[in-house]
């Protein structure tokens, strides 16, 4: 059962001094009775003049295509569970808890039993509260998150969840496939006979050097989990690793060509619910394929696309024996070398530009956060017969999903990151001493990687 709430603040005062806390797992394996799918969509796009990503980029000025938030609902299997994907670029500490507080009350259930990720494209909120709080002390610093805006959000969210229930469909069988996404992802991280990193090659490279150089470690591959409702497939969960930016910056809300290839494919086949997760792509991006132009945005579309339709060819269905629903609690520990008081002052400073105050003020959020001793981060994991779905935080390292496979070699896995990204990048232990960007903006030290690598195994294994 589920570490008590109290039990696991003690335990994570403890952890903290000794480096971070690793939780109690809960795994409930339930027997299927008479199972019932629901799907809910909703739309999340900001108000004109909202802030995006942060705030640093130009704000909301035009839509080019809505944000969602597409979900569904699995009820018989004890208490429902709820999968959630939303077109923002992150939700964040109490932003990500309060998120699926409402989706579990509008389910009738318990927010445990809620996996909520972002899609991450960078023309979109990337939410956090906490940090919210922080730069409303500076009347002249964009705000984060609209804080009116994201509770009438969360009011709309529930009685969307609330709502689909009555039209929930029997749920009998499940089918998995995977397609190979072509000349997409690529590691951005190209390192240096010193093993350093020497270049970074991100969401989109001008450098035709750079972009010669190999993919380098990446998952090529879409994974899709398929449901049914007796012959009828009712929704469908795509998962592939990338950054999913082609262009942004210009106040033109998009979810990017990984949110059109998931609207192209509902377009297609429209009697079934189509949701994209984004895999651990922390350290992946579309710069070797991607030179950032307009026209690019889609081709990368269809690239994806055609990753889901040959994923979506494979999908042999099977009647659905058991279900199991896994989670993990973890608290990761700030590196050492932040302090908050020495950020907060730089937050305060009116001579920095927007970035080097409102992106700090992310890390002040973990660092309070930790020092709370939580809440924690929790991983889930969704397992249906032999296949199972993971739900880790932030952005992880491609490493990651791949660990998860290996682990659980004899069933199909497909991952979701960017859950809570209260710990904004999660590196590698061996990247840390690498360097780049990534690193440069991991709030956590190193020893975040054997506490997920830890609790992907538990919500895998048990």
Same mark, same amino acid.
């Given at each position: 059962?589920?570490?008590?709430?109290?039990?696991?603040?003690?335990?994570?005062?403890?952890?903290?001094?000794?480096?971070? $806390? #690793?939780?109690?797992?809960?795994?409930?394996?339930?027997?299927?009775?008479?199972?019932?799918?629901? +799907?809910?969509?909703?739309?999340? +796009?900001?108000?004109?003049?909202?802030?995006?990503?942060?705030?640093?980029?130009?704000?909301?000025?035009?839509?080019?295509?809505?944000?969602?938030?597409?979900?569904?609902?699995?009820?018989?299997?004890?208490?429902?569970?709820?999968?959630?994907?939303?077109?923002? +670029?992150?939700?964040?500490?109490?932003?990500?808890?309060?998120?699926?507080?409402?989706?579990?009350?509008?389910?009738? +259930?318990?927010?445990?039993? /809620?996996?909520?990720?972002?899609?991450?494209?960078?023309?979109?909120?990337?939410?956090?509260?906490?940090?919210?709080?922080?730069?409303?002390?500076?009347?002249?610093?964009?705000?984060?998150?609209?804080?009116?805006?994201?509770?009438?959000?969360?009011?709309?969210?529930?009685?969307? $969840?609330?709502?689909?229930?009555?039209?929930?469909?029997?749920?009998?069988?499940?089918?998995?496939?995977?397609?190979?996404?072509?000349?997409?992802?690529?590691?951005?991280?190209?390192?240096?006979?010193?093993?350093? /990193?020497?270049?970074?090659?991100?969401?989109?490279?001008?450098?035709?050097?750079?972009?010669?150089?190999?993919?380098?470690? *990446?998952?090529?591959?879409?994974?899709?989990?398929?449901?049914?409702?007796?012959?009828?497939?009712?929704?469908?969960?795509?998962?592939?690793?990338?950054?999913?930016?082609?262009?942004?910056?210009?106040?033109? $809300?998009?979810?990017?060509?990984?949110? #059109?290839?998931?609207?192209?494919?509902?377009?297609?086949?429209?009697?079934?619910?189509?949701?994209?997760?984004?895999?651990?792509?922390?350290?992946?991006?579309?710069?070797?394929?991607?030179?950032?132009?307009?026209?690019?945005?889609?081709?990368?579309?269809?690239?994806?696309?055609?990753?889901?339709?040959?994923?979506?060819?494979?999908? $042999?269905?099977?009647?659905?024996?058991?279900?199991?629903?896994?989670?993990?609690?973890? #608290?990761?520990?700030?590196?050492?070398?932040?302090?908050?008081?020495?950020?907060?002052?730089?937050?305060?400073?009116?001579?920095?530009?927007?970035?080097?105050?409102?992106?700090?003020?992310?890390?002040?959020?973990?660092?309070?956060?930790?020092?709370?001793?939580?809440?924690?981060?929790?991983?889930?994991?969704?397992?249906?017969?032999? *296949?199972?779905? /993971?739900?880790?935080?932030?952005?992880?390292?491609?490493?990651?999903?791949?660990?998860?496979?290996?682990?659980?070699?004899?069933?199909?896995?497909?991952?979701?990151?960017?859950?809570?990204?209260?710990?904004?990048? *999660?590196?590698?232990?061996?990247?840390?001493?690498?360097?780049?960007?990534?690193?440069? /903006?991991?709030?956590?030290?190193?020893?975040?990687?054997? #506490?997920?690598?830890?609790?992907?195994?538990?919500?895998?294994?048990?």
């Amino acid at each position: 059962m589920t570490i008590p709430r109290r039990q696991f603040l003690s335990q994570s005062a403890a952890g903290l001094l000794a480096g971070c $806390v #690793l939780g109690q797992t809960s795994w409930s394996n339930d027997k299927p009775r008479d199972l019932q799918l629901s +799907t809910f969509r909703f739309d999340a +796009t900001p108000p004109m003049g909202h802030s995006l990503c942060g705030g640093w980029i130009t704000p909301v000025k035009e839509v080019e295509q809505p944000l969602q938030a597409i979900g569904i609902v699995i009820r018989g299997a004890g208490q429902p569970i709820v999968l959630c994907a939303v077109d923002w +670029t992150g939700l964040l500490n109490s932003c990500h808890v309060e998120f699926r507080k409402a989706l579990a009350e509008g389910a009738g +259930t318990t927010p445990d039993r /809620v996996a909520v990720q972002c899609v991450h494209p960078h023309d979109a909120p990337f939410a956090c509260l906490d940090s919210q709080k922080i730069v409303a002390q500076y009347p002249e610093l964009p705000a984060i998150i609209d804080v009116d805006f994201f509770g009438k959000l969360l009011g709309t969210a529930k009685e969307a $969840v609330r709502s689909s229930l009555d039209q929930a469909r029997p749920l009998t069988h499940i089918a998995s496939g995977k397609g190979l996404v072509k000349e997409v992802a690529a590691n951005r991280r190209l390192l240096g006979p010193d093993g350093k /990193v020497r270049a970074m090659r991100g969401s989109s490279c001008a450098d035709p050097a750079l972009r010669a150089e190999p993919e380098g470690l *990446i998952d090529p591959y879409l994974r899709t989990i398929a449901f049914y409702s007796g012959d009828e497939r009712i929704a469908a969960c795509h998962y592939y690793a990338c950054h999913p930016m082609s262009y942004y910056g210009q106040g033109k $809300v998009s979810p990017d060509f990984c949110g #059109l290839a998931r609207q192209k494919m509902q377009d297609s086949d429209p009697g079934c619910t189509h949701l994209y997760f984004n895999g651990c792509g922390g350290n992946i991006g579309a710069g070797k394929y991607n030179d950032g132009s307009p026209p690019m945005r889609p081709i990368l579309r269809d690239r994806i696309h055609a990753g889901m339709q040959e994923a979506i060819a494979q999908l $042999v269905p099977e009647p659905i024996q058991n279900v199991s629903w896994a989670t993990c609690e973890i #608290l990761p520990k700030t590196a050492a070398h932040w302090n908050a008081d020495e950020i907060r002052k730089q937050i305060a400073d009116p001579k920095q530009a927007v970035v080097a105050r409102n992106r700090p003020s992310y890390t002040v959020a973990w660092i309070d956060r930790c020092n709370a001793g939580g809440p924690p981060i929790i991983l889930s994991g969704l397992h249906i017969n032999g *296949i199972s779905a /993971v739900h880790l935080p932030a952005e992880s390292f491609i490493e990651y999903q791949l660990r998860a496979q290996k682990t659980a070699s004899d069933r199909f896995v497909a991952c979701a990151a960017y859950g809570d990204g209260g710990p904004w990048y *999660i590196p590698t232990k061996e990247a840390y001493p690498q360097g780049g960007y990534e690193v440069s /903006v991991a709030w956590c030290d190193e020893g975040v990687d054997d #506490l997920l690598s830890q609790g992907i195994s538990r919500v895998l294994k048990g």
